[in-house]
């Protein structure tokens, strides 16, 4: 299994800018979420989905849409990139059930985004 | 206000040592708690999740214990290896779909 997959992994855009974060899961997760991860600061959520069709703000939404049309798909999208939206962002799904193994988070590897 | 804490922040051992990595939170209510590792310019790699109602979690060198009466879990790499030398991160969760609380880390470096 592929697991979590973030695209693109490197990303400068200029100020005022848009663009999309792709995230795509084939573990049939019913929960996906993305978090920034800055220094000092830690992961912080920005939004989260318990399937699709429905999603929910987190920590740090602010500047930040998605949506989850599919289980596997939940982009992240910048509406208008500013400089403090420089961040490592990553993308994580999970499912809940008895403790197995597989249960919990998997993240991706993360999108390296700097705004000029 | 859920708060987690990793101590120490940073550590730097000989290879071969024992090694005890410890996350603290402040509301004992978790659902579950995740240890996670991450390389220098990578993503995250979970290594072990502890349910509420669970003591401890072993996998190969790693054992980790939650004791949730406390507020705590500790992280026990046994034998360190270089190749173990990355950060490890300690996040609760207070639900099935709830957010993930980390905390900011332990930087590890195992030096031959």
């Known amino acids: 299994n592929a697991g979590v997959t973030q695209t693109p992994k490197f990303q400068v855009l200029k100020t005022g800018q848009s663009m999309t974060l792709q995230c795509a899961q084939d573990?049939?997760?019913?929960?996906m979420s993305w978090y920034r991860q800055d220094p000092g600061m830690g992961l912080r959520l920005i939004h989260y989905?318990?399937?699709?069709?429905?999603?929910d703000q987190g920590e740090v939404p602010n500047g930040y849409n998605v949506s989850r049309s599919t289980t596997e798909d939940f982009p992240l999208r910048l509406l208008s990139a500013a400089p403090s939206q420089t961040s490592v962002y990553f993308c994580?799904?999970?499912?809940f059930g008895t403790g197995q193994v597989g249960e919990g988070y998997t993240f991706g590897s993360g999108t390296r985004l700097t705004v000029v | 206000k859920q708060e987690v804490t990793q101590i120490p922040a940073a550590l730097s051992v000989p290879e071969g040592e024992n090694l005890v990595l410890n996350c603290s939170f402040t509301?004992?209510?978790?659902?579950?708690l995740q240890w996670f590792r991450q390389d220098p310019g990578k993503g995250l790699t979970s290594l072990l999740l502890i349910q509420s109602s669970q003591r401890e979690q072993t996998s190969g060198r790693l054992n980790a214990s939650l004791d949730k009466s406390s507020g705590r879990s500790t992280l026990y790499i046994a034998a360190s290896q270089p190749g173990d030398s990355a950060t490890y991160l300690c996040?609760?969760?207070?639900?099935?779909?709830?957010?993930?609380?980390f905390g900011a880390g332990t930087r590890l470096a195992v030096h031959p």
């Open positions: 989905s318990v399937g699709a069709g429905i999603t």
């Open positions: 996040a609760v969760s207070l639900g099935g779909y709830n957010k993930l609380i």
């Open positions: 994580a799904s999970s499912y």
């Open positions: 509301d004992s209510a978790i659902y579950n």
């Open positions: 573990m049939n997760h019913e929960y």
